[in-house]
């Protein structure tokens, strides 16, 4: 195989702040691998609280690149676990990688991803899930605009601040969507407990990850006493944490960039199945590219936060529409879409 590989910096439209920072581009890598004439595309954003930057990860590329290309590639799982035992300390960029093989194999396969991904779970018998719009931390009245600039029928509320339930209020005095609230993290559990029954009453619809991600004592009262399902992110990482949020969450939250890849998100599917854990797939801001290979995942999981693309005023590919939340990828073979390098919407 060959490795090819390009970093961006994404324009968001809005700068976009959560209760961890703000930032007003989204840095990000793509990677490339080429065989026997077919290329498949991979894509890893750049989390700062994550402590794995673009330079970081083409830091280990340069390392590496001898060892990542020299692989005999069969299929996609057996490359995933060659990987992520070649680069442990960077499920970024073997997750860019992941992407880019599984793209490879459905050209050669000449199949869709989400066909593919059949041998591996069973679709489940229902609509697919409906993509949600994010409204990043500002102030109140800035959010409202920020809704009412993108009318969609399902927004995510970024919150962690003093101002939570007027943001929530004000929101909900503007529209009848569904409104989910994401604190990445920022109450501690006597916050948490006040906001719930309130956030309920505005017809919030679940919360996303409200204390610390290492607060299984905390979560384990709160999921007793919500009136909100609750879903984990910052605690829902690798595989292995999924059993744990068992009876301390009702779902889990899986990114891509974050657990390392598709081949490992289809495991954690299978195992929240099995431990009745309700399923999203969410987004780092990806652009086209990483948000073609969550897509693929819509009949598996559900529900969805793939808006990155939504976000940005640039994007690197072609193949996702959007309407109305409602996703349509392309029908080619792969991840569907056109690498295009960097363009403006």
């Known amino acids: 195989m060959k490795l090819h590989y390009n970093s961006f910096d994404l324009r968001f439209h809005h700068p976009f702040t959560i209760s961890k920072g703000t930032k007003t581009h989204q840095p990000m890598l793509i990677v490339a691998l080429e065989h026997l004439g077919i290329t498949g595309y991979g894509e890893a954003p ?12 083409i830091a280990d590329i340069q390392a590496k690149k001898m060892f990542i290309e020299k ?6 799982s057996r490359y995933w676990h060659y990987l992520h035992h070649l680069l442990p300390q960077n499920p970024f960029l073997v997750c860019a990688l992941d992407i ?5 194999y459905g050209k050669f396969k000449n199949s869709r991803l989400d066909e ?16 949600d719009f994010t409204i990043g931390i500002d102030s109140v009245e800035k959010m409202v605009a920020k809704m009412q600039e993108k009318p969609w029928p399902i927004y995510k509320v970024k919150v ?8 929530v209020k004000a929101l909900r005095e503007k529209t009848d969507a569904v409104i989910r609230v994401d604190a990445n993290a920022g109450w501690d559990l006597e916050t948490a407990l006040k906001l719930m029954p309130q956030l309920s009453e505005l017809g919030v619809e679940f919360v996303e990850q409200p204390l610390a991600k290492d607060n299984w004592e905390g979560m384990k009262v709160l999921y007793r006493e919500s009136s909100l399902p609750l879903y984990a992110d910052e605690s829902c990482v690798f595989e292995s944490d999924v059993a744990r949020c068992k009876d301390h969450f009702h779902g889990i939250n899986i990114k891509l960039t974050k ?7 289809l495991r954690m599917i299978r195992q929240a199945r099995e431990l009745e854990l309700s399923v999203m797939v969410g987004s780092m801001n990806e652009s086209t590219v990483g948000s073609a290979a969550i897509a693929h995942l819509l009949p598996y999981i559900d529900h969805v936060d793939m808006d990155g693309p939504l976000l940005q ?6 193949g996702l529409v959007y309407d109305q939340g409602v996703v349509t990828y392309g029908q080619g073979p792969g991840l569907g879409i056109n690498y295009t390098g960097l363009y403006e919407r």
Do not use: Q
Request: aromatic content about 10%.
């Open 100 to 104: 880019a093989a599984w793209d490879m």
């Open 160 to 167: 962690g601040t003093a101002d939570d339930i007027a943001i």
């Open 313 to 318: 005023d640039e994007d690197v590919a072609t």
């Open 116 to 131: 593919l991904f059949k041998a591996e779970l069973a679709p489940l018998d229902k609509p697919l899930p409906l993509c």
């Open 259 to 265: 657990c390392s890849g598709l081949t490992p998100a």
């Open 46 to 57: 750049a989390i700062t609280y994550y402590d794995i930057t673009v330079d970081k990860m």
């Open 71 to 76: 692989f005999a590639f069969t299929e996609p």
